[in-house]
């Protein structure tokens, strides 16, 4: 291997790295509902957010609608999302400009249900997009699946999916919403490692 | 870029690669009670502290053999815990960070974990979520902790859950050296553990 070569590689593992942390800080910070923190890892070129049937939101304008309500908002010490960001798999693009990731989120929560509080337990799969720009990654374009959203008590056998959450100023309709148990398979991002 | 530029750029790589690894095999050997392996993973010289939830804060590799071998081994006479008793801690999202001299690093962590272990004369199944705010050092070339901190975000049983029960007991080691310096269970977990890391964009 010469030189050249080697530092593409090396620029290939940064990358990689880079991406993950920017995902699981997402993470962290969506958790402890710092949403301009997350507003700005999205880039000036955002294609769009959609997460779960809350519809989709092109651009960074959408990126900036999407979050922006929360921001700022007083979410009381009770209502928690913990999303764990696991298990991702990042493939850069030969050029090293754009990256896909997908990845899985178990979940704890708890949130309002009209005047009751409810504990759920939540899980979905990221299909996510990332860009380099400057000799940063930004994510690009994300999309987070739901499989099922249940009461703590019941189990997703039993309820799958508490309630629709539509949002109302989205730019578009949920364009995959299915949750268990439809069977539905979220695509890969990525191509087989083996047979390509 | 040179060739030193290089080099500096793959001992990144591999830095963060070992204390990711040392992270995980910590757990592993933490779900296996495997304190005197755990007790060699922290520095003889360098390590701060330990505190894990409301046991309270341990100073120095002293502070590490009192805690893992005496309290959790019960020292030279170590305890048989049945069978059915288990730790799962699910040691996920590390996001780490080594300083620019390579010879120290911090790390954010978050777990998950399925536990069984006795309530008074009862056993009890609980879930579990907290977060990691660890310090690394390299020493001789290799990555070892200089200090561990886990709170509890809540410990529920699995019958009510984290709204109804949080949390489901105190534990708090009698010879710790000093209380808990955070220990805020769910409704207020919010920020017991702060961030480390500056925002990747903008810097704050």
Same mark, same amino acid.
């Given at each position: 291997?010469?030189?050249?070569?080697?530092?593409?590689?090396?620029?290939?593992?940064?990358?990689?790295?880079?991406?993950?942390?920017?995902?699981?800080?997402?993470?962290?910070?969506?958790?402890?509902?710092?949403?301009?923190? &997350?507003?700005?890892?999205?880039?000036?070129?955002?294609?769009?957010?959609?997460?779960?049937?809350?519809?989709?939101?092109?651009?960074?304008?959408?990126?900036?609608?999407?979050?922006?309500?929360?921001?700022?908002?007083?979410?009381?010490? #009770?209502?928690?999302?913990?999303?764990?960001?696991?298990?991702? &798999?990042?493939?850069?693009?030969?050029?090293? *400009?754009?990256?896909?990731?997908? #990845?899985?989120?178990?979940?704890?929560?708890?949130?309002?249900?009209?005047?009751? *509080?409810?504990?759920? $337990?939540?899980?979905?799969?990221?299909?996510?997009?990332?860009?380099?720009?400057?000799?940063? #990654?930004?994510?690009?374009?994300?999309? $987070?699946?739901?499989?099922? $959203?249940?009461?703590?008590?019941?189990? @997703?056998?039993? &309820?799958?999916?508490?309630?629709?959450?539509?949002?109302?100023?989205?730019?578009?309709?949920?364009?995959?919403? %299915?949750?268990?148990?439809?069977?539905? %398979? &979220?695509?890969?991002? @990525?191509?087989?490692?083996?047979?390509? | 870029?040179?060739?030193?530029?290089?080099?500096?750029?793959?001992?990144?790589?591999?830095?963060?690669?070992?204390?990711?690894?040392?992270?995980?095999?910590? /757990?592993?050997?933490?779900?296996?009670?495997?304190?005197?392996?755990?007790?060699?993973?922290?520095?003889? !010289?360098?390590?701060?502290?330990?505190?894990?939830?409301?046991?309270?804060?341990?100073? +120095?590799?002293? /502070?590490?053999?009192?805690?893992?071998?005496?309290?959790?081994?019960?020292?030279?006479?170590?305890?048989?815990?049945?069978?059915?008793?288990?730790?799962?801690?699910?040691?996920? /999202?590390?996001?780490?960070?080594?300083?620019?001299? /390579?010879?120290?690093?911090?790390?954010?962590?978050?777990?998950?974990?399925?536990?069984?272990?006795?309530?008074?004369?009862?056993?009890?199944?609980?879930?579990?979520?907290?977060?990691?705010?660890?310090?690394?050092?390299? !020493?001789? +070339?290799?990555?070892?902790?200089?200090?561990?901190?886990?709170?509890?975000?809540?410990?529920?049983?699995?019958?009510? +859950?984290?709204?109804?029960?949080?949390?489901?007991?105190?534990?708090?080691?009698?010879?710790?050296?000093?209380?808990?310096?955070?220990?805020?269970?769910?409704?207020?977990?919010?920020?017991?553990?702060?961030?480390?890391?500056?925002?990747?964009?903008?810097?704050?």
């Amino acid at each position: 291997m010469n030189l050249e070569e080697l530092e593409r590689q090396v620029t290939l593992l940064e990358d990689i790295q880079e991406i993950e942390n920017l995902q699981k800080m997402y993470g962290y910070y969506f958790d402890t509902a710092m949403y301009q923190e &997350v507003i700005d890892l999205f880039s000036e070129n955002t294609e769009s957010v959609e997460i779960t049937d809350h519809g989709v939101f092109r651009g960074k304008e959408g990126v900036n609608r999407m979050y922006a309500g929360m921001v700022g908002m007083k979410r009381p010490g #009770w209502m928690f999302f913990e999303v764990m960001q696991s298990q991702g &798999v990042i493939e850069v693009a030969p050029d090293g *400009k754009t990256a896909t990731g997908r #990845w899985y989120t178990p979940s704890f929560e708890c949130r309002p249900f009209g005047g009751t *509080k409810k504990q759920t $337990w939540q899980f979905g799969v990221y299909n996510n997009e990332y860009v380099k720009e400057n000799g940063r #990654w930004y994510f690009k374009k994300l999309h $987070w699946n739901l499989t099922y $959203w249940t009461s703590f008590e019941r189990g @997703f056998l039993k &309820v799958p999916k508490l309630s629709d959450t539509p949002f109302p100023h989205a730019d578009a309709p949920a364009t995959a919403y %299915h949750p268990y148990p439809s069977g539905y %398979h &979220v695509p890969f991002p @990525f191509r087989h490692p083996v047979t390509g | 870029m040179n060739l030193e530029e290089l080099e500096k750029q793959v001992q990144l790589a591999e830095d963060i690669q070992e204390i990711e690894h040392l992270q995980r095999i910590y /757990g592993y050997y933490f779900d296996n009670n495997m304190w005197a392996e755990i007790v060699d993973l922290f520095s003889e !010289e360098q390590t701060e502290s330990v505190e894990i939830a409301d046991h309270g804060v341990f100073y +120095g590799k002293k /502070g590490i053999r009192r805690i893992y071998w005496d309290m959790f081994s019960g020292g030279d006479t170590p305890r048989q815990s049945p069978a059915w008793m288990q730790f799962v801690v699910m040691q996920i /999202g590390g996001v780490v960070d080594v300083s620019p001299d /390579g010879t120290r690093a911090e790390g954010r962590w978050q777990t998950w974990l399925c536990e069984a272990k006795p309530y008074g004369a009862y056993p009890r199944a609980e879930w579990l979520h907290g977060y990691y705010e660890n310090k690394y050092v390299k !020493e001789n +070339g290799r990555w070892f902790f200089s200090k561990l901190h886990w709170n509890n975000t809540f410990c529920s049983p699995v019958e009510d +859950g984290w709204l109804n029960l949080p949390l489901m007991g105190w534990m708090p080691l009698p010879d710790a050296d000093e209380p808990p310096s955070a220990f805020h269970t769910y409704p207020y977990h919010r920020n017991n553990v702060l961030y480390h890391y500056q925002h990747p964009i903008t810097g704050k």
